[in-house]
């Protein structure tokens, strides 16, 4: 296949990566641990971690679980919201030769049963606030060792009481002091190993384990690596690059661009364990001159909403990377207006670690794509018999590179049906490429609703209602109808309290054509939405099914 995104590549960025140079994730960050050890590399609640400390930390750590006894490769669950201990036990996890899962801190006792034994978990590393979840079902799973830890153990007010029947548990200071009397015992690693167990978010159906390398991690890493360089470029006045690290670390996303990316450049993340109160949040950016805010749009899109965000300092911001959902063209463009820089949008899935492809690092204006391939990836745009299509007509995105995952953890039927004999990965996701080499996302197939025998994108319906001024959030779903087959539904969170269906509907007139108007509209007060603020379409669909 013809690569025709290079042609549209930045000047600089190679078409290939190499990732020789590091043999694990682990020999990746130690050189950081090294080159940095001085300088801050976390800040929580007011609490700093250095580079130095970290590794400190972490290497402890590591000496722990080995002393334990688990064989290399065994699994060791993580459910940690964005604090100062969660860089600390995946450097741990990573440099000694074990695989890290990671679980959402707000998973109920069902869902958490599921992943640790899917995942085959014999440890787990959890916030105090969530053992009552695994008291709930530690008996049904194989985990042997628990190690509980509270919002305040690295903040310095003292380890959590540790009781959790019928299991090992210590609290993680006491790990870590036990593992330095222990001694660290390095690892050799290869890029073949099993890094981490990155769950898909289960918007698809049931949530399967994404096998991520140690190799599909060091290439993504790199590969955002390059791609952002352009824009870094003689910026002298950039000390440390400061990042704001408020999208969730066990979530793919924030693992790699939030937290391995900044470990990588040496990078300050500002950890925002609790993104959904939004006053907080702000309070604690202020004071912090921002270089890069990964996020999603319903982030943003609250973020502009809230009075005191536009006092924060912007002036040295340089990135704000979009990324999870489609992001509004209205929200993008509300955004550039007040920082003064364009979201970046890009593309990815746990599939592939995550990052596909992302727009220009250098792009002064929200481009409505998801940009071009990253280097050593390939995109190929193909039809249900497998045959890539002509440019400019959709079909499904298939990706190849070195970060496409190894397949699904257990489920080798689950990864036959994702993988392509020439090794692409069927995303699931419709699109178009330009003759640029520009990827623009329409939906996902699934989501798609057929309207008489017409194919509507629900992407394109909300990125219209987006932009009227009286919404502030909407989803637009299929449901049943018997002369059409199926009609557009409207799940609308208002921003303006005396806006109407019969505003929403005199809008779409203006700029939709018939059949892709909505035809139902019903306002919530919010919407359903996954751990990182995407919105879960799948359960109104969902609402809509149980109601018929």
């Not at 690290?245 to 937290?259: D, E, Q, R, S």
Request: proline share 6%.
């Amino acid at each position: 296949m013809e690569k025709i995104w290079l042609k549209s590549y930045p000047p600089g960025v190679p078409a290939e990566i190499d990732t020789t140079h590091f043999s694990s994730v682990g020999d990746l960050l130690e050189q950081s641990f090294q080159t940095h050890a001085a300088e801050r590399a976390f800040v929580c609640m007011g609490r700093e971690l250095t580079y130095g400390e970290l590794d400190v930390k972490s290497r402890h750590l590591a000496a722990w679980f080995q002393w334990l006894g688990l064989a290399r490769g065994a699994r060791i669950a993580v459910m940690l919201p964005n604090v100062l201990q969660y860089p600390v036990v995946m450097a741990a996890i990573l440099r000694a030769g074990y695989v890290v899962v990671n679980v959402n801190p707000l998973y109920t006792p069902r869902e958490l049963e599921h992943q640790l034994n899917d995942s085959g978990a014999e440890a787990i590393v959890l916030l105090d606030t969530f053992a009552k979840t695994l008291e709930a079902v530690q008996a049904h799973t194989a985990i042997k060792h628990v190690v509980l830890t509270s919002i305040g153990e690295m903040l310095g007010a003292g380890s959590p009481e540790v009781a959790i029947d019928s299991v090992s548990c210590i609290a993680l200071d006491d790990a870590i002091r036990r593992g330095a009397d222990a001694g660290f015992t390095p690892v050799t690693l290869t890029q073949s190993d099993v890094a981490v167990l990155q769950y898909t978010g289960g918007t698809t159906g049931v949530s399967k384990g994404a096998t991520l390398l140690h190799g599909n991690l060091i290439a993504n890493i790199l590969q955002s690596e390059l791609w952002r360089e352009p824009v870094y470029r003689g910026r002298t006045d950039i000390k440390q690059y400061i990042t704001v690290v408020a999208l969730p670390l066990y979530h793919i996303f924030g693992l790699t661009v939030c937290g391995l990316l900044t470990m990588r450049c040496g990078g300050l993340g500002i950890l925002i364990p609790n993104p959904r109160d939004l006053p907080g949040l702000i309070k604690t950016l202020q004071g912090y001159a921002i270089n890069s805010f990964p996020g999603v749009n319903t982030m943003y899109n609250a973020l502009l909403n809230e009075p005191d965000f536009e006092t924060l300092d912007f002036s040295k911001l340089v990135q704000s990377n979009g990324g999870g959902m489609a992001v509004q063209q209205a929200v993008a463009q509300r955004w550039q207006a007040l920082t003064g820089v364009p979201i970046v949008e890009g593309y990815g899935l746990s599939e592939t670690s995550p990052c596909a492809t992302t727009n220009l690092p250098t792009s002064t204006a929200f481009t409505g794509t998801v940009g071009l391939p990253l280097p050593s990836t390939d995109i190929s745009i193909r039809d249900d018999a497998g045959h890539e299509v002509p440019l400019g007509e959709r079909g499904e995105i298939c990706i190849r590179g070195p970060q496409v995952m190894a397949g699904y953890w257990n489920r080798p039927d689950e990864t036959a049906k994702v993988m392509t004999p020439d090794g692409f990965f069927k995303s699931g996701d419709i699109g178009v490429m330009t003759e640029e080499g520009f990827v623009k996302i329409v939906d996902r197939k699934k989501d798609m609703i057929l309207v008489s025998g017409f194919n509507v994108y629900p992407n394109e319906i909300e990125d219209v209602v987006a932009k009227h001024p009286g919404v502030f959030e909407v989803v637009a779903v299929g449901v049943p109808d018997g002369e059409s087959g199926e009609v557009v539904k409207l799940y609308v969170v208002k921003k303006d309290p005396a806006l109407t269906d019969v505003d929403i509907l005199a809008f779409c007139k203006e700029q939709l054509t018939g059949y892709k108007r909505p035809k139902i509209i019903e306002f919530r007060s919010e919407l359903p939405k996954t751990n990182v603020g995407k919105i879960l379409r799948r359960a109104l669909r969902d609402e809509v099914k149980s109601a018929s």
